[in-house]
T-cell receptor, first 112, second 110 residues
């Protein structure tokens, strides 16, 4: 049981490049979400999903897209990277009944 | 005003000390409360949920004060391994929205 996995662990992009951050969970959780964490800001919700085929925007969705074609996978796409997107990105999953969120190890992204 | 506010610290305490963190939240409709722990350059992990009646887990005690809209975390007999950032988390009613505080850093020194 791997829990929540994320790839890559580190990534450096140039302004304007696009990329996809991968997230997968093997706990059959309904809820999945993407957060970014910046110094002094706490975790901020980017997008979330309450089940396969259902996604919605969080607090800071601009510049990011998501899709949820399966229960297990929830990729985050950066369409045209900007320096303001330099951050640590965490994916999380949650089974509704417990409300405990399980986080992946994070992706450290730098946009030059 | 942030929805969830914490003193960023850092709190520097000796081993064996008792330390307390407070966290205030602005939305009176908030229903679920948690403390998460985050080690340096790692992901957050659930430390404990916070119940209306207060709850204890070993050396850790969490309390909720709905009237004043704050939650607290008390750590007794601090260990070196307690050094981490503690995140206050609030979940609102009827939805998915979960708000994280920016965290309080704790350093426990020998």
């Amino acid at each position: 049981n791997a829990g929540v996995t994320q790839t890559p662990k580190f990534q450096v992009l140039k302004t304007g490049q696009s990329m996809t951050l991968q997230c997968a969970q093997d706990m059959n959780h309904e809820y999945m979400s993407w957060y970014r964490q910046d110094p002094g800001m706490g975790l901020r919700l980017i997008h979330y999903s309450v089940g396969a085929g259902i996604t919605d925007q969080g607090e800071v969705p601009n510049g990011y897209n998501v899709s949820r074609s399966t229960t297990e996978d929830f990729p985050l796409r950066l369409l045209s990277a900007a320096p303001s997107q330099t951050s640590v990105y965490f994916c999380a999953s949650m089974q509704g009944a417990t409300n405990e969120q399980f986080f992946g190890p994070g992706t450290r992204l730098t946009v030059l | 005003r942030k929805e969830v506010e914490q003193d960023p610290g850092p709190f520097n305490v000796p081993e064996g000390a008792t330390v307390a963190f407070n966290c205030t939240y602005s939305n009176s409709a908030s229903q679920s409360f948690f403390w998460y722990r985050q080690d340096c350059r790692k992901e957050p992990k659930l430390l404990m949920s916070v119940y209306s009646s207060g709850n204890e887990d070993g050396r850790f005690t969490a309390q909720l004060n709905r009237a004043s809209q704050y939650i607290s975390l008390l750590i007794r007999d601090s260990k070196l391994s307690d050094s981490a950032t503690y995140l206050c988390v609030v979940k609102n009613t009827g939805g998915f929205k979960t708000i994280f505080g920016a965290g309080t850093r704790l350093f426990v020194k020998a």
